[in-house]
């Protein structure tokens, strides 16, 4: 657990300087006209939609019921805007994720190894091809994941703790591919996170327990008001971005200590190899 603490406080540090704080200003500027966009000119269109689809089939009786039976049957006067918005996260996750690994990534791998390893030897293991692929692979399996908790969002605990171990599970593979891209070779790459892979999953889940904060701020926004609901994408977008580049340090000074002490191992003859 050292290792893990240790990397959260210079992440936490590096946080709350001004670079990073501005760092966060470009992904959420990026993603508010974009998503201002879309939602002024879809939003109304897509809940017209759902609210058709949920008179034909009958759905408000069934939903309703669902609800009564947890004790929520006051969200079924707001349960299109509710499904339409938590429906909406999954591809706001990947715009800010998108927007935060172009923009935001690479001027905090140059920060970390300035900062802290600047005499680690950058061996290019890894490639931009290689991270989208990461990145692509890593979504394809998450969103469909994520549409299928979301009837889970009934029992708020259980909810939170499936969101935690999804966003657990992405961003140690999106992260520790990116976190190791310039310097790691790519044996070294698969060496570190085999040895570490706990380590790494637990920085995921403690950050995935941050990521499920928007899809809370959603729900009480549609609870209190409809009209609140730009308001609310807009300070999600924000939340993302900040928890993504919160995250993209921690990860990035864990990753980058343990392979200097795996090079040091190495150099003393103590860490075999490991296959990529």
Not at 97 to 113: C, D, K, Y
Request: net charge positive.
């Amino acid at each position: 657990m050292r290792p893990v603490l240790s990397a959260y406080g210079r992440a936490l540090r590096s946080q709350l300087t001004g670079k990073m704080l501005m760092l966060s200003a470009i992904p959420f500027l990026l993603s508010l006209l974009l998503w201002g966009a879309l939602l002024w000119n879809g939003l109304q269109p897509m809940l017209d939609y759902l609210h058709a689809l949920f008179t034909d089939y009958g759905w408000f009786s069934t939903s309703g019921s669902v609800l009564s039976t947890f004790g929520l049957g006051f969200l079924k006067t707001v349960i299109v805007p509710l499904v339409a918005l938590l429906a909406l996260l999954p591809l706001m996750v990947v715009t800010a994720l998108l927007f935060m690994g172009v923009v935001a990534m690479p001027a905090i791998v140059r920060h970390v190894s300035q900062r802290q390893f600047a005499q680690l030897e950058k061996k290019h293991g890894g490639s931009f091809i290689g991270s989208l692929l990461v990145n692509l692979g890593g979504f394809a399996i998450f969103v469909p994941l994520w549409l299928l908790s979301l009837p889970l969002y009934v029992i708020a605990p259980v909810a939170i703790v499936a969101q935690a171990l999804l966003w657990g599970w992405l961003t140690q593979r999106v992260m520790s591919y990116d976190a190791l891209s310039d310097h790691a070779s790519a044996e070294e790459r698969g060496a570190i996170i085999a040895k570490h892979k706990r380590q790494l999953m637990l920085i995921g889940i403690f950050s995935g327990a941050a990521g499920a904060l928007p899809g809370v701020v959603w729900i009480g926004g549609t609870i209190a008001a409809v009209f609140l609901f730009p308001f609310l994408a807009a300070l999600s977008i924000w939340l993302y971005v900040v928890i993504f580049i919160f995250t993209g340090l921690w990860f990035q000074y864990f990753c980058l200590q343990a392979l200097m002490e795996l090079r040091d191992e190495r150099a003393r003859g103590d860490a075999p190899a490991v296959p990529a």
